[in-house]
T-cell receptor, first 116, second 112 residues
């Protein structure tokens, strides 16, 4: 079965640079979520989109922005990168909020961002 | 707001034994979903099992089962006949609005 695709898998950036992470959800899934997992921590919710509209927002820095496109893929744009942004960034996808097991979030393999 | 508490930072179990990973939760929502994910050392987050708050039966998926005690707000994961490949980090999560709220995780090590 098709899974969530994330690119790139690894990214190394310098401080103050920008980065763009891409996410391709499971076919037919219309909701995309972004999570950040720091070293030794649990994933923290950043932002989500349903039908190309932002649907929920968590602890996402103002330096970060995201959007969902007409083909449902999503991009997370990160500017003025800081050392503390080094983390594993997950994208997850699900069917829309219908309640029950149908809206289980399936995670991509993650993008490991290292800021030097 | 939702909260997940996993009180076991690490567990060590002999291969083929059963293991229970604890998870308690707090929520004011009348309807919610509870999830368990496995994160091997390679980093991916693998969905294991789901339990709905109104489900009458405990969820089961192969060797995974969920001991759901709603009154006690607990949703413990039981892995039967553990295997070396079960060594990983395990996260319990609750679905609040749309986002998942995770616990701190339990690192499970299976010894041969």
């Amino acid at each position: 079965a098709a899974g969530v695709i994330q690119s790139p898998r690894h990214l190394i950036k310098e401080k103050r640079e920008t980065a763009t992470l891409k996410c391709y959800p499971i076919p037919r899934h219309d909701t995309v979520y972004w999570y950040q997992q720091g070293p030794g921590q649990d994933p923290q919710f950043l932002i989500s989109f349903y039908e190309k509209m932002q649907s929920d927002k968590g602890s996402i820095p103002d330096r970060f922005s995201a959007q969902q496109f007409s083909d449902y893929h999503s991009e997370l744009n990160m500017s003025s990168l800081e050392l503390g942004d080094s983390a594993l960034y997950f994208c997850a996808s699900s069917l829309r909020d219908v309640g029950g097991p149908e809206d289980t979030q399936y995670f991509g393999p993650g993008t490991r961002l290292t800021v030097l | 707001a939702q909260k997940i508490t996993q009180t076991q930072p690490g567990m060590f179990v002999q291969e083929k034994e059963a293991v229970t990973l604890d998870c308690t939760y707090d929520t004011s929502d009348p309807s919610y979903g509870l999830f368990w994910y496995k994160q091997p050392s390679s980093g991916e987050m693998i969905f294991l099992i789901y339990q709905g708050s109104y489900d009458q039966q405990n969820a089961t998926e192969g060797r995974y089962s969920l001991n759901f005690q709603k009154a006690r707000k607990s949703a413990n994961l039981v892995i039967s006949a553990s295997q070396l490949g079960d060594s990983a980090m395990y996260f319990c999560a609750i679905r609040g609005a749309q986002k998942l709220v995770f616990g701190q995780g339990t690192r499970l090590t299976i010894n041969p």
